[in-house]
């Protein structure tokens, strides 16, 4: 059975060492640690649409953000730092993600005080 947290507590882990090794400037292992980090984020944006709770929109907000970042994190590594404002472009769709995962959240909060 899938465990949703035992793949979040390994994304961390994942995350912060991509993050890390940008901020180092260690390109190889930055560059190779995209892979796990958008691997997992992945699984767990997947496996998430059939939880009934829509953690999937806030999965996905993570998703988008992550890519953007690992974009942003090439374009410097390999100085097209004229463009990394295309990074904006997944970050804009998380933004929206997480938008639509509140805004499904209040109107189920609104629906079941009305039913109460």
């Known amino acids: 059975m ?3 947290r035992h ?8 995350w912060l060492m991509k993050d890390t090794c940008w901020m180092l400037q260690w390109r190889a292992m930055g560059i190779t ?7 997992v984020a992945a699984i767990i944006t997947i496996r998430s649409r059939r939880e009934k709770d829509d953690e999937f929109w806030i ?3 993570v998703l988008f953000w992550i890519s953007g970042n690992s974009y942003w994190m090439l374009c410097e590594f390999f100085h097209y730092e004229v463009i990394k404002d295309y990074a904006g472009i997944p970050f804009a769709a ?3 993600s997480t ?3 509140y805004k499904k959240r209040l109107l189920n909060k609104k629906i079941k005080k009305d039913i109460l």
Do not use: C
């Open 2 to 4: 899938f465990k949703t």
């Open 7 to 14: 793949f979040e507590n390994l994304h961390i882990p994942l």
């Open 33 to 39: 640690m995209i892979i796990p980090t958008v691997t």
């Open 59 to 61: 999965n996905l907000a």
């Open 94 to 96: 998380g933004m929206i």
């Open 99 to 101: 938008a639509y995962f």
